[in-house]
């Protein structure tokens, strides 16, 4: 029986980094587009893109503290 693979290490797993990269760039398409094309179809999306980062962001953050607090609802590994 073969044995399993070894788990990430934790910089590898944590998703912080990219979720924030990712709302990130979202807001600085926002503020490019904002000043060269509002109004467009390409604003809307990336202004929608941006709140929904942070709409993301701030379940993941809270259902991380719920986890440090030891919620029995909260989502573990995160």
């Known amino acids: 029986m073969p044995l399993p693979p070894p788990p990430l290490p ?3 797993a944590d998703p912080t980094p990219a979720v924030l990269a990712g709302t990130a760039i979202w807001l600085l398409a ?4 904002a000043f060269t094309d509002p109004g ?4 809307l999306t990336a202004l929608c893109g941006f709140l ?6 701030g379940i993941f953050r809270w ?3 719920a986890a440090r607090r ?4 909260a989502q573990q590994g995160l």
């Open 10 to 12: 934790r910089f590898l």
């Open 30 to 33: 926002t503020i490019v587009l």
């Open 40 to 43: 467009s179809t390409a604003f």
């Open 52 to 57: 929904l980062g942070l709409i993301g962001y």
């Open 63 to 65: 259902q991380r503290s």
């Open 70 to 73: 030891g919620s029995r609802t």
